[in-house]
């Protein structure tokens, strides 16, 4: 008996462990809605594209499973692309089915026509088209396969004549995803263990490749009595329970990550693939263990680098390693990081007549939010200040746009986290530039009725941009926000609103703001002139404020100076 493609395609996704598809219906992905409807995923539309990508992508991270979302032709599915970047880069297995106009049109410039395959090339590890209604079955088989085996995603081109045929569907093609545990061999390893016993002072270097493997990290690190340095990526996963903690390196990292990076004589990179190469060593023998064989060496070069999973790679490296007994080299950065935590804490305090510093609402958050809190944070300022300010402790997770660097992820990200975790506090920290950019998914909130809490850092202006622009001596330009009040913005859309814009009354707003049923949405005035101040001072952005502040002057703006040096200085 035949059977409907859109039947064959829906079902594959199912079988692959699909439980969400994110997006907007319309013509050429009519049928497979239906298909949709009928099945046992569940249709999220979102109000524009984009958000649905993000949303995917966050619900494929935290729940590891994958993730539809699906378009129409042409601008519908296009639409997607830079939430399909973000996905993409966080490896995240989702899949996006784009409809296509009907075959006998394509290569016509047809109305809606869009070459899929061009666009989506860069940012997918699959990117077909479905040629036949024959192989509907075996090509979604493979699309789903290699977003969950290669981790990233899969764009699956469907034609609408094909979805609308019908054909005999006997072949079992289904989906296989293995989950082999991998390892170095084990002459690399005593190769890796000679270089590490013979180095004096030794650093770890943990990344995103450490989830899971918290124990096995703590004991290489206990026998070679070596502090531990991480990534922002890495924060969720090795900042708890960690008495060898130095912090991040980088420009959101301390003094204590960035120093003992440069100070050792072998440095252990696992699962990191920190991109900045001005933060990485040049006298020290880097080790670099990886899954990606491609990341080895790619930043900086390496003495040895080896494929492996980083949990399985300590437990087979650990009987290698010679304990030692002398801590002092890393007692001395436990310490250094000790001291800057306690000094950053002490700076953290309401602002000058009442104000309220994104530093300090952070905090604030940080310590009313559940104790296993999701967190989203979008580009600027507000991821900024997640990774300094908000505290890990095995359980919360922090989800930003690190390495593709987008504004707007905040809100929508937490669409796709509380779809996924419907009894977990999902908390977004969005910046104001951020939140109006997508503005519309609010309402994707409120007619999903998620429970979401949204911070909105409102510092009237593209912040962080500012803070570049000052670094480099120029005055901020185009950067001003005319806001709304986002709190009656919120009302007007059906979730909780409030204002607040003095200290005094942050701590009982924000305690209100988490304990709402529902959707709710603090909309909080912050300092606009705070600045996000590197672990060490560069030569290049110190003249650079000195110019911009030399500038600013010059142009009658000496107040702005003055609200900068007290904000940040005083
Ligand atoms: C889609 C996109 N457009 C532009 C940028 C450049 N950019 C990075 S941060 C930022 C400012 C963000 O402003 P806001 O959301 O208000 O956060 P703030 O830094 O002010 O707290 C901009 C424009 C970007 N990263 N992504
Ligand atoms: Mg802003």
Redesign the pocket.
């Known amino acids: 008996m035949g059977k409907l493609v859109a039947d064959i395609i829906v079902e594959t996704l199912q079988s692959a462990g699909v439980k969400h598809c994110y997006g907007v219906v319309g013509d050429t992905l009519n049928l497979i809605a239906r298909s949709l409807e009928k099945s046992e995923i569940e249709w999220v539309s979102v109000r524009h594209e984009e958000a649905g990508a993000f949303a995917a992508q966050a619900e494929a991270q935290v729940a590891d499973r994958l993730t539809a979302v699906a378009g129409s032709c042409g601008p519908g599915s296009l639409h997607f692309i830079?939430g399909i970047f973000e996905a993409n880069r966080n490896r995240a297995p989702v899949i996006l089915i784009a409809s296509q106009i009907i075959r006998d049109e394509l290569g016509f410039d047809f109305i809606q026509e869009v070459d899929f395959k061009q666009v989506y090339r860069d940012c997918s590890v699959f990117c077909d088209m479905i040629h036949t209604p024959e192989q509907a079955r075996r090509k979604t088989v493979i699309a789903c396969q290699t977003a969950l085996a290669k981790r990233g995603v899969a764009v699956l081109i469907v034609p609408a004549d094909i979805s609308a045929s019908v054909v005999d569907d006997s072949i079992p093609y289904a989906v296989h995803v293995s989950r082999p545990v991998t390892r170095p061999n084990d002459a690399d390893l005593t190769e890796i263990a000679d270089i590490l016993n013979k180095s004096e002072n030794v650093v770890l270097y943990g990344g995103s490749g450490c989830q899971g493997a918290h124990q096995e990290i703590l004991a290489v690190a206990n026998k070679l009595k070596a502090p531990i340095a991480h990534t922002s990526r890495a924060k969720d996963f090795l900042e708890f329970d960690n008495p060898y903690n130095i912090g991040m390196t980088g420009m959101l990292g301390n003094e204590a990550g960035y120093h003992a990076l440069l100070d050792c004589d072998a440095l252990l990179m696992l699962g990191a693939d920190f991109a900045w190469r001005q933060f990485y060593p040049d006298k020290a023998k880097i080790i670099q263990v990886d899954i990606d064989p491609t990341h080895l060496g790619r930043r900086h070069p390496i003495a040895k680098g080896v494929v492996g999973d980083v949990k399985a790679t300590l437990e087979a490296l650990l009987p290698k390693l010679v304990e030692r007994s002398d801590a002092s080299f890393r007692a001395a950065y436990v310490k250094r990081y000790a001291e800057y935590r306690e000094s950053e804490r002490a700076k953290v305090a309401v602002g000058h007549e009442g104000s309220i510093p994104?530093t300090y609402l952070t905090q604030v958050i940080s310590r009313h939010a559940a104790e296993d809190a999701l967190f989203t944070a979008?580009?600027?300022?507000?991821a900024a200040w997640a990774y300094r300010h908000i505290d890990a402790n095995g359980q919360r997770r922090i989800f930003a746009s690190l390495l593709h660097?987008?504004?707007?992820n905040g809100m929508p990200s937490a669409i796709g986290l509380q779809k996924a975790e419907p009894g977990r506090q999902v908390v977004c920290m969005?910046?104001?530039?951020?939140?109006s950019?997508l503005f519309g998914d609010l309402m994707t909130i409120v007619q999903q009725e998620l429970p979401i809490k949204i911070a909105v850092?409102d510092?009237g202006?593209?912040?962080?941009?500012?803070i570049e622009q000052k670094a480099e001596g120029m005055l901020d330009t185009f950067t001003k926000?005319k806001n709304p009040n986002f709190a009656g913005v919120a009302r007007a859309l059906g979730l909780w609103g409030q204002t607040v814009s003095d200290a005094d009354q942050l701590e009982a707003a924000v305690k209100d703001w988490l304990a709402q049923p529902g959707p709710a949405l603090l909309h909080v005035h912050v300092n606009p002139m705070q600045l996000v101040m590197p672990p060490f001072m560069q030569v290049e952005p110190t003249i650079g404020m000195a110019l911009y502040s030399t500038r600013a002057i010059l142009h009658g703006r000496g107040g702005d100076v003055w609200e900068m040096v007290r904000e940040n200085f005083l």
């Open positions: 830079n994104g979008d580009d600027g300022t507000p660097g987008t504004m707007a969005a910046g104001d530039g951020g939140i950019m850092y510092n202006k593209l912040g962080f941009v500012e926000l």
